[in-house]
């Protein structure tokens, strides 16, 4: 007997079902705003990788070289597949590209409840503007997956920060700040010691009131942004918090602000964010970590070797949105559904195909026995894939010219016209034929 | 700018679109036979396929040693994974088993037209009953989802022949014939020269004559399939026939049988297939390789470890069945679909995200502008995604409580109340508010 990989999962039909409908939900969305499927290799050359985020990276993916003597890697992130692909037909694409995609990736990391080497995301990017509207088009396309999910604006929050808020003022002190490195602590803050984020900030060029100050500057609610400015007083820090103002403005009117909340201590990890950024936290907490995040990354398709194209996007991972969904009650069922089954009794074959074929093109899930089994097995088997209703085609009954429907549930039956089953009935039950 | 790897490919957002309805078709009608999704690993242990195959298989595949001293593999076809995961629940899962999925493949072989080394199959397996309905039950899924997608009777063919009638027929003779080698070769005879696939039935031990007798039975039509019986005098080949005609039985009664032809010298290249093996092919032969193709495989589940579990599929592959769909002029058009484009003129967002919004809760896709573009900038966007109405929301129309609605293809449009649009209608269109 071979077993799965660590870190891998195998989905069952019951559990895949209710996967497929939330994944299906968040794509439904993505497309109702006119995002468009694309879709992208598992493999990329490892440099990709490397060249972005260091040499150290390919420690925790899975890249090998290739039989042809290529450095490849299993992908561990959607946004350098997706870059590469804006810039190789740049010209061609008209802007804003707004694209989607649901696939697995891959990373080899220590395996945890919520985090597993093979993961699955759904990426939603608009690449070719820079206007503030784009910001919160990305927060309402996840905004409305979560209340489509059933979740509410009780069961969610999504925690918006600035990247050039945190970086402008950071740079206003008048020692020699090393920004990205302090933008990582402030990421790490809530899962580390008080201590350790201090010396993290020290190590980052900051002084023990600098912290200090930083950590209050952190705190200011979203109608004190203002007082940002007046700080720093730079022009940096005021378009920063005005484009994080206008922001918040456009998804008032895309009717998502109230499930914003101001958060500037929330910093997303990696390097590459340029603007806003934010990150879905579940408000009751007892899914302690982001659920996803996402946000602005104007600089990247450039060092990709494009021309300059701003950028915004966010990916939920099912990991972590099935544990926020299964902690508020709207994970959907984890069970089989069959409209029909189609149960034969003796040599029926030909009439049972007949009408699990019209059932079929109704657009129902029909099955029939497939086994030679008997009408007990048959029935058990059919309860088993929770038939809603049971259409008995036996020889007697076919003899009168009849079917028997039975509603699994009720248990309630009756007898139908063989040749008027299905008839012009799109969902003939027990009911319509009764009386 | 970095490549894709040689064989791998980008799907845009045009073509994307038509794989992905092609895509949904094929599993749409399988969903309607009540086969269930499942997901599965993108790597598996390398073992798995070293085991069942040999060796040499690994020269062919994406295998390497991950971090932690596995031996993985890149999953070149879903059959192993799918036996692996019935023998981890076989108690617990009732049968028939009968899974479906979609993803992709990875080999590392030559890329030529119509393959590469990532290929995307939906896979399509019954396991648990070695009913001749089941077999047939395959045939009808693979039939109807071609006919679904437009292809008809005159496009496609599936040859079907019988792994067990072929064994029978070559155990027969009085000689000692290498049945597998003899059957690899027959899988090979139209792909090789006459007398390269002499040479291999030589190499499977059958003498000249024995080969030319060979051949005259596997040009035997489905209706003297008795004389392959009385030939060989065995049950076995009297079993393998008559299990081939029980097939075909059950095929006629699901409304399949037009689309079957007996055609012995049909093989199929896998060594584990046992029972009923069939390929679809182009009916005209513009595509001449196997668009794809399947059969029954009773042993492979015990060979895995679990109890004895017969099994019949098929899984077609996209590239193949794209190109069998272009010849027949069914592929879908390459081009994106935008039921409104929302246009906003000046200070109107809010009014556009309300308008859009309500049509997005009716089922439609709508974009609106997140670029801040001009009026004329708009209406070209709105153009190259293929809007079919757009809305202009102006700050002038809505002075006297109006919006502008446009049909891009006739140019036809009429004003509406702001109020009462989209008001009542599901899809509102420029002839319901004229007149």
Not at 70 to 84: Q, S
Not at 160 to 179: E, K, M, N, Q, Y
Not at 249 to 264: K, N
Not at 288 to 311: K, N
Request: net charge negative.
């Amino acid at each position: 007997m071979y077993d799965r990989i660590k870190g891998f999962r195998d989905f069952y039909a019951a559990e895949m079902g209710a996967r497929r409908q939330v994944i299906e939900t968040v794509e439904r969305v993505a497309g109702g705003y006119g995002f468009r499927e694309i879709g992208t290799p598992a493999l990329e050359s490892a440099r990709l990788y490397a060249d972005k985020s260091g040499e150290a990276i390919l420690e925790e993916l899975y890249a090998f070289e290739d039989r042809g003597g290529r450095e490849v890697a299993l992908t561990p992130e959607l946004t350098p597949t997706v870059a590469r692909m804006v810039v190789a037909r740049q010209q061609e694409l008209s802007k804003p590209i707004k694209w989607y995609s649901t696939r697995p990736f891959w990373r080899y990391e220590q395996v945890q409840q919520g985090r597993f080497r093979e993961f699955y995301q759904t990426n939603v990017d608009i690449f070719g503007t820079d206007d503030p509207a784009a910001d919160a088009e990305i927060l309402a396309v996840a905004a409305d997956a979560l209340t489509e999910l059933g979740l509410t604006g009780a069961d969610f929050d999504f925690r918006v920060s600035h990247r050039d808020i945190l970086g402008g003022l950071l740079g206003s002190f008048d020692t020699d700040v090393d920004t990205a490195a302090a933008i990582r602590a402030v990421d790490k803050r809530e899962k580390v010691a008080p201590e350790e984020y201090a010396a993290l900030m020290a190590d980052a060029g900051l002084t023990d009131a600098q912290i200090d100050t930083f950590d209050d500057l952190l705190a200011t609610p979203a109608e004190d942004l203002e007082t940002l400015i007046e700080f720093a007083g730079t022009d940096r820090v005021e378009t920063a918090v005005g484009n994080l103002q206008d922001v918040l403005a456009a998804a008032a009117d895309f009717g998502v602000r109230e499930y914003c909340t101001v958060s500037l201590t929330t910093a997303r990890g990696l390097d590459y964010y340029t603007g806003v950024v934010f990150e879905c936290f579940d408000s009751t907490g007892q899914v302690s970590r982001s659920v996803f995040g996402g946000g602005r990354y104007d600089d990247l398709i450039e060092g990709f070797g494009g021309q300059p194209t701003p950028a915004v996007g966010f990916a939920p991972g099912y990991a972590t949105l099935s544990l926020l969904c299964q902690r508020a009650g709207v994970w959907p069922e984890e069970a089989l559904s069959t409209d029909y089954y189609v149960l034969q009794v003796g040599q029926t074959r030909a009439v049972a195909a007949r009408i699990a074929r019209e059932l079929r093109e109704r657009g129902h899930v029909v099955e029939s026995d497939v086994s030679g089994r008997s009408f007990g097995a048959q029935l058990d088997y059919a309860d088993s894939i929770n038939a809603e209703t049971v259409v008995i085609v036996g020889e007697q009954d076919l003899e009168n010219d009849e079917v028997t429907l039975k509603e699994m549930e009720s248990g309630e039956q009756v007898t139908a016209p063989v040749d008027e089953f299905p008839g012009d009935y799109q969902r003939p039950t027990v009911e319509k034929f009764t009386g």
